[in-house]
C-alpha cells in the first residue's frame, strides 16, 4: 500500500518545484525528502522522477499520483471537518495568512471575538502578500487567507480554493494637511512633478497604481518603494511624497493625511480563500465570521 505521506511529499514537489523548497516548507532536509522519494519509487514500482538539469521533474506516472494525492488530502481535509463538527466546542488550530492593512484595521478585533466566543480555538496569524498567502493556502501551509484585488485586475486561479467577499474599501490620494509642506497636491493631475511612495514592483498595489497615474496622463516619478502601508503615511504626511491610501489602512481612526477622492471612487475587494474541501471545518467557519463582524464601519 502506497504512504500517504510520501505522497504528499510527491504533491509537494509538484507544486514547489524543487527538493529543496519541499524541504523548506515542512522543515525536512533534502535528502530527507530524496530518500522517502526514493522509496515511494519502490513501493510503486515505477519511475516517479527524472533529471531536468540540475533540477527534477515528474513522470507522467508521478502526475497521476498526485491528482489522486490531491484527491485523497480533500477527503481527509473533509473527515476532519465533518469530525470537528460532530463536537460540541470550536477547537483546534487555524492558520491565516493575511496582508498587512488587513492585519492592522481587522485582525485585532476579531482575534478578541473569537477569545470570548470561542476560548478553546488557537488562531496564528502571519503577514503575506495576497499572492504568496493564496499560493500558501492552496499548498496546505495556511488555512485561510485574507486577500485584496484591485480595480480592474484579476488573480490567479485556485481551482481547489473557494472566496467569500468582505469587504469594499475605497482608495484615495493621500497628501499632507500642512499647507507649507514641500510636496502637496489638490488632485491627481497636480502629482504629475511631485515624488511619490509606492508598493513594491510586482504587487497588485503598484500595477494599478502606475496604471492610474498613466490614465491621467503621466508617469510617476517613484522615489519611495516599501510594502509597509505605515511608512507611506509618515512620508506623506511629513511633506516628502503622495501616494495612494485605502480607508482601511485608518482602522476607524482619524486620517492624519489629507484625503482626496479619485475619478470614479476606486475600490479594492477584500475577500477570504479556504481550500473547499475544509471551508466546513467549525474553526474557520468561526474566524470567517469574526473577520466579517471586525470590518471597521465608516
Known amino acids: 500500500m502506497l504512504d500517504v505521506r510520501k505522497l504528499r511529499l510527491l504533491r509537494e514537489l ?3 518545484g524543487t527538493v529543496t523548497g519541499v524541504a523548506e516548507a515542512l522543515s525536512y532536509s533534502p535528502s530527507s525528502v530524496s530518500q522517502q522519494l526514493a522509496a515511494l519509487e519502490r513501493e510503486s514500482g ?10 527534477v521533474q515528474l513522470t507522467p506516472q508521478a502526475e497521476i499520483l498526485v491528482e489522486h494525492t490531491a484527491t485523497i488530502l480533500d477527503l481527509l481535509d473533509e ?6 463538527a460532530s463536537l460540541t466546542t470550536v477547537t483546534g488550530m487555524v492558520r491565516v495568512a493575511v496582508f498587512q492593512s488587513a492585519s492592522h484595521a481587522i485582525v485585532p478585533r476579531a482575534l478578541s471575538i473569537l477569545a470570548e466566543e470561542f476560548p478553546d480555538l488557537r488562531v496564528e496569524v502571519t503577514e ?10 492552496s499548498a496546505r501551509d495556511f488555512d485561510l487567507a485574507i486577500a485584496e484585488q484591485y480595480p480592474g485586475s484579476t488573480r490567479g486561479i485556485h481551482p481547489d480554493l473557494d472566496r467569500i467577499e468582505m469587504a469594499t474599501d475605497t482608495i484615495r490620494l ?22 511619490w511612495v509606492m508598493e513594491p514592483q510586482g504587487t497588485a498595489a503598484r500595477t494599478w497604481a502606475v496604471q492610474l497615474c498613466r490614465a491621467a496622463g503621466f508617469e510617476p516619478d517613484v522615489r519611495f518603494e516599501t510594502a509597509d502601508l505605515i511608512a507611506h503615511i509618515r512620508l506623506i504626511r511629513s511633506g516628502n511624497a ?10 476607524g ?32 467557519v468561526a474566524v470567517r465570521d469574526a473577520l466579517a463582524r471586525a ?4
Open 174 to 195: 493621500a497628501s499632507s494637511v500642512d499647507r507649507d509642506a514641500r510636496v502637496r497636491a489638490t488632485s491627481l493631475r497636480e502629482t504629475e512633478t511631485l515624488p
Open 253 to 284: 481612526e482619524r486620517p492624519s493625511v489629507r484625503l482626496l477622492d479619485l475619478p470614479g471612487a476606486p475600490q479594492r475587494t477584500i475577500f477570504t480563500s479556504a481550500r473547499r474541501a475544509s471551508a466546513a471545518r467549525p474553526g474557520l
Open 295 to 298: 470590518v471597521p464601519t465608516a
Open 128 to 137: 503575506r502578500e495576497p499572492e504568496r498567502g493564496l499560493f500558501e493556502v
Open 14 to 16: 509538484k507544486v514547489r
Open 242 to 251: 503622495v501616494g495612494l491610501l485605502p480607508d482601511l489602512v485608518w482602522a
Open 46 to 55: 515505477v519511475r516517479l522522477l527524472e533529471k531536468a538539469g540540475r533540477r
Open 79 to 84: 473527515a476532519e471537518a465533518e469530525l470537528s
